[in-house]
Every structure is written in structure tokens, then in C-alpha cells.
């Protein structure tokens, strides 16, 4: 069964530093989302893409913050310089379509730490 | 704010007994999804219900929607040990089915 793939499953850096997370979506999904998971509550929508565009960043920091998906395949999230309230679990996922009448497979997360 | 509240934030039953989990939300929707996350692990996708559905069946899965009420309840029916999990709803907020958030969940423990 097609699984999302992401990298690095766990991730220590200090504050200040530069920080980045790959994800390998469903071969085929045009939908691809980055969700920041605080423990002990609901993911939270970074950025959404459709192929290669973005079509919700609303919620992305955009000061330290960057995606993309170059190729309108797999993506990666940047966080430049990390601070200590970065510390959450990001997780990917993604769908045939945009919307929710489609369901969302999600990769294990990368679990990052900042200290 | 956050479109979906699941209610209780936390459920503690025996096995085999029945599990009920509530999610309200503010605006109007077109769907509602429920999903479920394994400590530490991403989320699995459970079930969707549209919002001219009343109530939808999944192997010991019931989802029910009231629009009036603005609310959706998860019943797991004869739960198991590997029920234990957090559960959470999403729902869109906009007429082309986007714009999505997710509740902050309930957690569930199933005890043997």
C-alpha cells in the first residue's frame, strides 16, 4: 500500500538554527498540505499546495517559515531560524483533490525538538 | 478560532464497552471528516460524512451528523485495547469544500 514518506523522523536543533523537513507524497496526489501538530492538540494547516502552486499559506509564519514543491511532487518545509516555540510535530499528507470530500493520507511526522 | 470542538477531551472505558465522541462546529459545512492518530503517529482517515448525510456505517464505526445542531458524534462500537487513540474531526468552512481545520481531539483509552 502507497504510504507518505517523510524525513527526518526526529529532529534536536538549537534555537537560531536552520531547519528542514522532506515529504513524499502518494504518487499521483495533487494535493500536498504541512500541518504543525502541537502535543495534545489538532494539526494545524501550514500550507496547502496543488501541484506546484500554493493555495493556503494563511497560516504559515512567513518570516522564518518557507515551502515548496518545486516539481509538483515531493516538497519540502523550511524553518530559518528555529525558536524554541517551533518545537511540535510536522506532519505532511496528501490527496487526489483540494477539498474534504477527499481523504487525506499523512505521513508519520517529523517530531522536532529546539532547545 | 477553531471550527471543530471534540467533547469529551478525554474518555477512559473498558473493553468492550461503547465509545462516544462529539464534535461542534460554528458555520456551516459541506463535509466532516473523522480521523484517528496512534500516540506519536500520523492521522488515519475513519470515515467521511457529507452534510445531506444523517448517519454513516464503517465495520464498528457510526458516525452520525446534525446540521441543525451544528454537531457529529463517533460511536465505536464493542472497543478494543487497540482503540486507544485520539480522535479528531475536520470540517471545511467554505462553499468549495476548503479552508479545512481540525478540532483538538479526544483521547481515548480502551482498557483490557
Known amino acids: 500500500e502507497a504510504e507518505v514518506a517523510q524525513s527526518p523522523r526526529y529532529k534536536i536543533t538549537e534555537k537560531s538554527q536552520a531547519v528542514a523537513f522532506w515529504c513524499d507524497p502518494i504518487?499521483?496526489?495533487?494535493?500536498l498540505y504541512w500541518y504543525r501538530q502541537i502535543l495534545g492538540q489538532g494539526p494545524e494547516l501550514l500550507v496547502q499546495f496543488q501541484d506546484e502552486s500554493v493555495v493556503d499559506d494563511s497560516q504559515l509564519p512567513k518570516d522564518r517559515f518557507s515551502a515548496e514543491r518545486l516539481k509538483g511532487v515531493d516538497s519540502t518545509l523550511k524553518i530559518q531560524p528555529a525558536e524554541l516555540g517551533d518545537s511540535a510535530m510536522y506532519l505532511c499528507?496528501?490527496?487526489?483533490?483540494?477539498?474534504?470530500?477527499?481523504?487525506?493520507?499523512f505521513g508519520p511526522g517529523t517530531r522536532l525538538t529546539v532547545t | 478560532s477553531q471550527q471543530g470542538e471534540e467533547d469529551p477531551q478525554a474518555l477512559s472505558i473498558q473493553e468492550g464497552e461503547n465509545a462516544t465522541m462529539n464534535c461542534s462546529y460554528k458555520?456551516?459545512?459541506?463535509?466532516l471528516q473523522w480521523y484517528r492518530q496512534n500516540s506519536g503517529r500520523g492521522l488515519v482517515h475513519l470515515i467521511l460524512i457529507r452534510s445531506n448525510e444523517r448517519e454513516k456505517h464503517s465495520g464498528r464505526l457510526r458516525v452520525t451528523l446534525d446540521t441543525s445542531k451544528k454537531s457529529s458524534s463517533l460511536l465505536i462500537t464493542a472497543s478494543r485495547a487497540a482503540d486507544t487513540a485520539s480522535y479528531f474531526c475536520?470540517?471545511?468552512?467554505?462553499?468549495?469544500?476548503?479552508?479545512?481545520?481540525f478540532g483538538p481531539g479526544t483521547r481515548l483509552s480502551v482498557l483490557p
Open positions: 504518487s499521483g496526489h495533487a494535493t
Open positions: 499528507a496528501s490527496s487526489w483533490g483540494a477539498s474534504l470530500t477527499y481523504e487525506q493520507y
Open positions: 475536520a470540517t471545511d468552512r467554505d462553499n468549495y469544500g476548503q479552508n479545512f481545520v
Open positions: 458555520t456551516s459545512i459541506n463535509n
